[in-house]
């Protein structure tokens, strides 16, 4: 559609991206199990080794995992942006940012089924961008973060619930479709592996 005579006046450009709010992971010292009797003793600043341990030994007494995650808020409204914010609450977990046809008033997408001549146009541009290009991003977006995340309370909350408005909602149709054949759930099928295909 971008590139139809019809559309040369309109510099439509496919472009779009997902934006959302995870957690940063943190390391966090534990103690060996052959080591529990130093807890109350330890300092973190410097390196300890267990009272089996003797000189040159591997057996540290603090060994660093990721044991937790520190928590950020996750976007409860996502806002819409097309390169500035627009006064359109997405309803969302994430922010989506594209290039949208706007209303003259720069305050909504062009949005619409019952437009004719140039408003048709991009009205149906939006709903090709929701479905083929933001969709696919947020698809992304979940694949990554599963694999990142694995199946936590963070992860859960990137997906989608009821959108504000039509034009989101066709958005999520189109996401769901994308990832009914993407390995991003859980399941028991398969010896627990992650995936729905």
């Known amino acids: 559609m971008a590139a139809a005579k019809a559309a040369e006046g309109h510099k439509l450009l496919p472009w779009a991206g997902i934006a959302a709010c995870v957690a940063r992971r943190m390391l966090r010292p534990t103690l060996s199990s052959s080591s529990s009797s130093l807890i109350s003793s330890l300092s973190l600043s410097t390196p300890h080794r267990s009272a089996s341990a003797g000189s040159g030994s591997s057996e540290d007494v603090v060994e660093w995992k990721e044991s937790s995650i520190e928590h950020n808020p996750t976007i409860a409204n996502g806002t819409a942006f097309c390169f500035l914010p627009l006064p359109v609450l997405t309803g969302l977990p994430v922010h989506v940012n594209g290039f949208f ?20 146009m991009r009205s149906r541009w939006n709903r090709l961008l929701l479905g083929d290009v933001v969709a696919a991003a947020y698809a992304h977006l979940l694949l990554i973060s599963s694999k990142e995340m694995g199946f936590t309370e963070q992860y859960l909350s990137l997906w989608p619930r009821m959108p504000r408005g039509e034009a989101w909602r066709v958005a999520v149709q189109d996401l769901y479709r994308r990832l009914a054949s993407m390995p991003v759930l859980y399941t028991r099928a398969a010896a627990g592996a992650a995936g729905a295909g």
């Open 101 to 120: 046809e706007l209303s003259a008033n720069r305050r909504d997408i062009w949005w619409g089924s019952d437009m004719t001549g140039d408003g048709e």
